[in-house]
């Protein structure tokens, strides 16, 4: 545990068999009140981590609070572990009922992610529910928090954090600024060196690249000289991070008109199978199948994009999706 600012904590947490190796699990120490900011996986070693931390800076649970950003499983693992301890928790509204509804199977979550699957053309790919990197660390039961609502302040010690919506790499991913010390703790909005993945979430979030692109213009117009990201390093110049953001989308975006242009109507899976990839895999047959979920849901999220702007047009044929270039 490393004081990163004053009172402010870093701990980095490990992702077991994940990319993103480790979470930067953060704890502000107040006089009244402390707050955790995620959680990492729901497994033994992380618990023990953080009851260590818990020792090492005398945080009592009925006077800690734990803020989720989003809801995936790295940052939400030990939600319901930390309220049956005594922790308030606050989650976004649309995250937090997100994260309810994906604790079964049957849940809204899973058979969403199955009807994408077929919607994008991966029948052929034979991907199940239990492939999914995602399925395999679900919560183990539903958590009551306190919505976390943007504009919204939460106070610890000297710190009064406003709620912000960062919207896009989630569907109600929120992060905590604070305008005086020139703090934001953004989640998975901005990363040093990863690129925050942005995928398909559903008709009824709209064209979500969209949304973050616009995420990423509110946090580039926001003064902020400590950057506290939840993977990798801290981010020293932020706009100059999200201007690499946008120019990889940019790049990405091309690659899906190339590919529309050169296929004519194509599905989901057509184009991923064109789009440039960093993965040590020779072609899309080679790809482990989590990876072909999460490739999958980007083009889509690309796609989506390109008929909000109006450049592309899709149509369904038997319960499949095909996108074509307008012009
Ligand atoms: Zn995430």
Same mark, same amino acid.
């Given at each position: 545990m490393? %004081?990163?600012?004053?009172? !402010?904590? /870093?701990k980095?947490?490990?992702?077991?068999? #994940?990319?993103l190796k480790y979470?930067? *699990?953060y704890v502000i120490?107040g006089a009244?009140?402390s707050?955790?900011?995620d959680?990492?996986?729901?497994?033994?070693d992380t618990k023990? %981590?953080?009851m260590?931390v *818990?020792e090492?800076l005398?945080?009592e649970?009925?006077?800690?609070?734990? *803020?989720l950003?989003h809801?995936?499983s790295? =940052?939400?693992?030990l939600a319901a572990? *930390?309220?049956?301890?005594?922790?308030v928790?606050y989650?976004?509204?649309?995250?937090g009922?997100l994260?309810?509804?994906?604790?079964?199977?049957s849940?809204?979550m899973?058979q969403n +992610?199955?009807? &994408?699957?077929?919607?994008?053309?991966?029948e052929?790919?034979r991907l199940?529910? %239990?492939?999914h990197? $995602?399925?395999?660390f679900r919560?183990?039961?539903h958590? #009551?928090?306190?919505p +976390?609502t943007?504009g919204?302040h939460i106070?610890?010690g %000297?710190? #009064?954090?406003?709620?912000i919506?960062?919207?896009?790499?989630?569907?109600g991913i929120?992060g905590?600024?604070?305008k005086e010390?020139?703090?934001?703790?953004?989640?998975?909005h !901005? /990363?040093?060196?990863?690129?925050p993945?942005?995928?398909?979430?559903?008709f009824q979030y709209g064209d979500?690249?969209?949304t973050?692109?616009?995420?990423?213009?509110?946090?580039?117009?926001?003064?902020?000289d &400590?950057?506290f990201?939840?993977?990798?390093f801290l981010?020293?110049? &932020?706009?100059?991070?999200?201007?690499?953001l946008?120019e990889? =989308? +940019?790049k990405?975006?091309e690659e +899906?008109r190339?590919?529309l242009?050169?296929? $004519?109507k194509s599905?989901?899976r057509?184009v991923?199978k064109q789009?440039h990839?960093?993965?040590?895999?020779k072609n899309?047959d080679?790809?482990p199948?989590?990876?072909k979920?999460?490739?999958?849901?980007?083009t889509h999220?690309?796609?989506? =994009?390109l008929r909000?702007l109006?450049e592309a047009?899709?149509?369904?044929k038997d319960?499949i999706?095909?996108y074509?270039?307008?012009?």
């Amino acid at each position: 545990m490393r %004081e990163v600012y004053k009172n !402010i904590y /870093l701990k980095e947490l490990a992702l077991p068999d #994940n990319p993103l190796k480790y979470l930067n *699990f953060y704890v502000i120490k107040g006089a009244e009140k402390s707050m955790l900011i995620d959680t990492g996986f729901n497994c033994e070693d992380t618990k023990a %981590e953080i009851m260590k931390v *818990f020792e090492e800076l005398s945080l009592e649970p009925e006077s800690t609070i734990l *803020f989720l950003t989003h809801l995936h499983s790295d =940052h939400t693992g030990l939600a319901a572990y *930390f309220e049956k301890m005594g922790l308030v928790i606050y989650a976004s509204k649309i995250d937090g009922d997100l994260l309810n509804g994906s604790v079964d199977k049957s849940d809204p979550m899973w058979q969403n +992610a199955i009807q &994408h699957e077929f919607w994008q053309g991966l029948e052929e790919d034979r991907l199940i529910i %239990e492939d999914h990197p $995602g399925f395999k660390f679900r919560p183990s039961g539903h958590i #009551n928090y306190i919505p +976390a609502t943007p504009g919204e302040h939460i106070q610890i010690g %000297e710190y #009064n954090f406003e709620i912000i919506d960062l919207k896009g790499h989630t569907p109600g991913i929120v992060g905590l600024y604070e305008k005086e010390h020139k703090i934001l703790f953004c989640g998975d909005h !901005i /990363l040093g060196k990863i690129t925050p993945n942005i995928t398909f979430w559903g008709f009824q979030y709209g064209d979500l690249l969209g949304t973050y692109l616009d995420s990423l213009d509110l946090v580039y117009n926001l003064d902020v000289d &400590h950057l506290f990201p939840s993977h990798r390093f801290l981010v020293e110049d &932020h706009r100059k991070r999200i201007e690499e953001l946008y120019e990889h =989308h +940019a790049k990405r975006l091309e690659e +899906a008109r190339q590919a529309l242009r050169k296929y $004519g109507k194509s599905t989901v899976r057509t184009v991923t199978k064109q789009l440039h990839w960093d993965i040590r895999s020779k072609n899309w047959d080679d790809f482990p199948k989590a990876q072909k979920w999460f490739a999958a849901g980007e083009t889509h999220a690309h796609l989506e =994009h390109l008929r909000a702007l109006g450049e592309a047009a899709m149509e369904e044929k038997d319960g499949i999706l095909y996108y074509s270039m307008i012009k």
